[in-house]
Structure formats: structure tokens, C-alpha cells
């Protein structure tokens, strides 16, 4: 069992930036992939980025490339993305969630624990 806590959402001027943590619980999160998806009004659940559970191996999709970054601690059992230039269509609630397949997943199905949520809101 894996308990995920998703913090440091906020409001920021676009080109700003911000960065997400995922605070998880158990002695296994070393063994899992994270992922971050993000969810904006009226819209589905999408996949943003995902990182092997050795940090080795990391996925984004084409929207974020080269603006947001996954990471993760297994010592602190914690995974961060940083986002920088944001823009207001990166507004949605982000949400993380650990897999315990081997690869990075990109569907939310494939995802077994999901964190809470923080809601990031970028103005224009």
C-alpha cells in the first residue's frame, strides 16, 4: 500500500514557475514508476510526465518538453516536477500516481495509488 501527498500548487504569472512534490508513505515506493497528470475543467485526466523507479528512465509529453522536469528521491521518498515557462493552458489540478509496472505508464488505468491533487493556476 502506497499513500501519496501532492503539494506546492499555487497561482503564478505565465513564464513563471513552480514545482511539485509527492511526499509518499511505505517502504516500497522504490519500487514503483510515478507519474504526473494533470486534470483541467470539463476535460479528462491527462498523463504529463513519468519517471522510472530508478529515476533512470523519464517520459513527458510533446506540450511539456523542455519546460517541465521529473525527479524523484527514493531516499525521501518523494517525487518533484518542475515547471518553468509555464503557461495558462498548463492550468489544471496535478495530480500524482505510482504504477508498479516496470515501464513508464501514460494511461491512468495503469496507475495504481493517486495523490490528492494541488490545483496550479497560471494567468495570463
Known amino acids: 500500500q502506497v499513500q501519496l501527498v501532492d503539494s506546492g500548487g499555487g497561482f503564478v504569472q505565465a513564464g513563471g514557475s513552480l514545482r511539485l512534490s509527492c511526499a509518499a508513505s511505505?517502504?516500497?515506493?522504490?519500487?514503483?514508476?510515478m507519474g504526473w497528470f494533470r486534470q483541467a475543467p470539463g476535460k479528462e485526466r491527462e498523463f504529463v510526465a513519468g519517471?522510472?523507479?530508478?529515476?533512470?528512465?523519464?517520459y513527458y509529453v510533446d506540450s511539456v518538453k523542455g519546460r517541465f522536469i521529473i525527479s524523484r528521491d527514493n531516499a525521501k521518498n518523494t517525487v518533484y516536477l518542475q515547471m518553468n515557462s509555464l503557461k495558462p493552458e498548463d492550468t489544471a489540478v496535478y495530480y500524482c500516481a505510482a504504477s508498479q509496472q516496470r515501464s513508464i505508464p501514460t494511461r491512468t488505468y495503469e496507475y495504481d495509488y493517486w495523490g490528492q491533487g494541488t490545483q496550479v493556476t497560471v494567468s495570463s
Open positions: 519517471i522510472s523507479w530508478s529515476g533512470g528512465s523519464r
Open positions: 511505505g517502504r516500497t515506493f522504490s519500487t514503483y514508476a
